[in-house]
């Protein structure tokens, strides 16, 4: 992408933006997104397939309401604890503009999600990184001197792939002076999480998606739990008409009849996770310990790494110089056929090092 000169038309702030660039291209084997490698639910597909018309002439719903009540009931949460979005992005992006003003901090963990300094940038907020502390975990206490308006958390962490432990959370929900945007888009795989408890801290927001355990990234549906008065104001800041007809259709029926689906591949990345990361090991590499459908492992020179499988055809996520780390590839779990793929192709990229 070439970058073109700064509009001087553009708010200050915008000048200094540029776009998210993951700079994915397309490859035979990507293991890139960590998104849902064996496909999509198939009660999903058929909502989609048998669409009446109106779907696509009329306005969706305005805040997804019968969206809401389908995901309250699996989450253990009342329809108004629940807020909805295009995509968990859209909900991350809705709630810091609507509790944060321009000027405020923000608080994230270094290295984290990479969109949230991105938000920051675009909500006119100051963004504060925060070092990660031993094992991977939050550091309470330096998230806490932050002085951040909102404190972002995300368990299991991406890139890292390690949950957060729950005293750490605790402590900061219990201490922070403002919101708590906890963000569980891996959370599926990692065990309960902290869903449920949401609505029961008055602060603690905490987002959810469907693109990545329900495999549905394109279709766009994220939510969050909280107490009602809080999702109320992330409502507001996010607008009406966010979840198209289409995917509110087939996101309830993947929540109705999906979910043994979910969970059986949530099985199946459970265990693949632990056969790419003997075979990892004994490749010579450290993969890090992973809660998620990804793992991160330290190379040399990631990007070129990455470059090298690609030209085997298999896209991975090159993360280099990261806190902490250094340069490390992101593998997402997938069906053992692509992470043999991946693993012969590893082999090969490492051994023209
Ligand atoms: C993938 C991901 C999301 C999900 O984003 P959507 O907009 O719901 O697709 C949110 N947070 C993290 C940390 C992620 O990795």
Same mark, same amino acid.
Not at 7 to 27: G, H, I, Q, T
Not at 43 to 68: F, G, M, Q, V
Not at 200 to 205: M, S
Not at 282 to 300: C, E, K, R, W, Y
């Given at each position: 992408?070439?970058?073109?000169?700064?509009?001087?038309? !553009?708010?200050?702030?915008?000048?200094?933006?540029?776009?998210?660039?993951?700079?994915?291209?397309?490859?035979?084997?990507?293991?890139?997104?960590?998104?849902?490698?064996?496909?999509?639910?198939?009660?999903?597909?058929?909502?989609?397939?048998?669409?009446?018309?109106?779907?696509?002439?009329?306005?969706?719903?305005?805040?997804?309401?019968?969206?809401?009540?389908?995901?309250?009931?699996?989450?253990?949460?009342?329809?108004?604890?629940?807020? /909805?979005?295009?995509?968990?992005?859209?909900?991350?992006? #809705?709630?810091?503009?609507?509790? !944060?003003?321009?000027?405020?901090?923000?608080?994230?963990?270094?290295?984290?999600?990479?969109?949230?300094?991105?938000?920051?940038?675009?909500?006119? @907020?100051?963004?504060?990184?925060?070092?990660?502390?031993?094992?991977?975990?939050? $550091?309470?206490?330096?998230?806490?001197?932050?002085?951040?308006? +909102?404190?972002?958390?995300?368990?299991?962490?991406?890139?890292?792939?390690?949950?957060?432990?729950? $005293?750490?959370?605790?402590? +900061?929900?219990?201490? !922070?002076?403002?919101?708590?945007? @906890?963000?569980?888009?891996?959370?599926?795989?990692?065990?309960?999480?902290?869903?449920?408890?949401?609505? %029961?801290?008055?602060?603690?927001? +905490?987002?959810?998606?469907?693109?990545?355990?329900?495999?549905?990234?394109?279709? =766009?549906?994220?939510?969050? /739990?909280?107490?009602?008065?809080?999702?109320?104001?992330?409502?507001?800041? %996010?607008?009406?008409?966010?979840?198209? *007809?289409?995917?509110?259709?087939?996101?309830?029926?993947?929540?109705?009849?999906?979910?043994?689906?979910? %969970?059986?591949?949530?099985?199946?990345?459970? #265990?693949? %996770?632990?056969?790419?990361?003997?075979?990892?090991?004994?490749?010579?590499?450290?993969?890090?310990?992973?809660?998620?459908?990804?793992?991160?492992?330290?190379?040399?020179?990631?990007? /070129?790494? !990455?470059?090298?499988?690609?030209?085997?055809?298999?896209?991975? =996520?090159?993360?280099?110089?990261?806190?902490?780390?250094?340069?490390?590839?992101?593998?997402?779990?997938?069906?053992?056929?692509?992470?043999? /793929?991946?693993? $012969?192709?590893?082999?090969? *990229?490492?051994?023209?090092?």
């Amino acid at each position: 992408m070439s970058a073109r000169p700064a509009l001087e038309l !553009a708010r200050a702030e915008y000048r200094a933006l540029s776009l998210y660039a993951p700079n994915r291209v397309p490859c035979a084997v990507d293991v890139s997104d960590n998104t849902n490698l064996w496909g999509a639910p198939p009660a999903a597909l058929r909502a989609i397939r048998d669409a009446e018309n109106s779907a696509l002439t009329r306005y969706p719903a305005t805040y997804a309401a019968a969206l809401k009540h389908a995901l309250a009931a699996c989450a253990g949460v009342c329809p108004d604890e629940i807020v /909805t979005g295009c995509g968990s992005d859209d909900v991350l992006d #809705s709630a810091i503009r609507a509790f !944060a003003a321009p000027g405020a901090r923000v608080a994230y963990p270094e290295p984290s999600f990479p969109m949230l300094p991105l938000f920051a940038s675009m909500n006119g @907020l100051a963004g504060v990184s925060v070092p990660l502390g031993a094992q991977m975990d939050i $550091d309470p206490d330096a998230m806490l001197a932050s002085g951040a308006r +909102i404190i972002y958390l995300c368990s299991p962490n991406n890139p890292t792939g390690r949950a957060l432990s729950d $005293d750490a959370i605790a402590r +900061i929900v219990e201490r !922070a002076p403002g919101v708590v945007i @906890l963000d569980e888009a891996y959370a599926e795989y990692s065990g309960d999480g902290w869903l449920a408890r949401g609505p %029961r801290y008055g602060k603690l927001l +905490i987002t959810r998606t469907l693109s990545k355990a329900f495999g549905l990234a394109g279709l =766009r549906v994220g939510y969050a /739990t909280g107490d009602a008065a809080l999702v109320a104001e992330v409502e507001k800041s %996010r607008g009406p008409y966010k979840v198209s *007809a289409l995917a509110e259709r087939a996101a309830i029926a993947a929540l109705a009849q999906d979910r043994a689906w979910v %969970r059986e591949h949530i099985a199946h990345v459970r #265990s693949n %996770r632990e056969r790419l990361t003997c075979a990892l090991l004994a490749l010579g590499l450290a993969p890090l310990p992973s809660d998620a459908n990804f793992v991160l492992v330290p190379v040399v020179d990631a990007p /070129t790494v !990455a470059q090298r499988l690609r030209r085997c055809g298999v896209g991975v =996520r090159p993360f280099p110089a990261l806190a902490g780390v250094g340069d490390a590839i992101r593998i997402t779990i997938g069906p053992w056929a692509m992470m043999q /793929t991946v693993l $012969d192709a590893l082999a090969e *990229a490492l051994a023209c090092a």
